[in-house]
């Protein structure tokens, strides 16, 4: 368990960009924890991740209440039983969530979704158009950015 587990900033966003989902953390509008495990798309030229969810709900109750969020994603992780220990890596990241408002830009992103979860699929524009108007599109502006890992092999 010796060595640095800390990584550049560099590399929180390595993980981030190369992760298949992570977990919001929010704060209820009565003050109480809530997380929720979701799929995302990294935007690195706008430092933001977005995700997509119900137009109504828990989540954007926690969002609209107080927007202060936290993001964790775990990259590829091992139990070394031998070892009493697990090999990983994982990134968090702090920002503000919001709400995509702009009807464009809630399109651009829900396709970006739908490219990174099912790319090459013909019938993408289909299923975004079929779903746009179900969904909300969420933005989490990255503010701070930290990661780590077990050291060793």
């Known amino acids: 368990m010796a060595g640095n587990r800390f990584l550049d900033e560099r590399e929180a966003y390595r993980i981030l960009a190369e992760g298949e989902y992570g977990f919001l953390s929010l704060v209820t509008p009565e003050g109480g924890p809530y997380g929720i495990p979701l799929n995302y798309v990294w935007l690195p030229e706008e430092r933001c991740v977005f995700f997509h969810c119900a137009k109504s709900g828990r989540k954007l109750d926690c969002i609209r209440a107080r927007p202060e969020v936290c993001f964790t994603v775990v990259g590829p992780a091992r139990v070394i039983p031998e070892r009493y220990n697990t090999r990983y890596e994982s990134a968090v990241f702090t920002g503000t969530a919001s709400i995509v408002t702009d009807p464009a830009e809630k399109r651009e992103k829900l396709d970006l979704l739908a490219r990174r979860f099912s ?7 289909e299923v975004v158009e079929k779903y746009l108007p179900a969904v ?14 077990t050291p060793g092999d």
């Open 119 to 125: 790319p090459g699929d013909p019938r993408r524009e």
């Open 136 to 149: 909300c599109i969420c933005k989490l502006a990255v503010r701070t950015a930290s990661a780590k890992r």
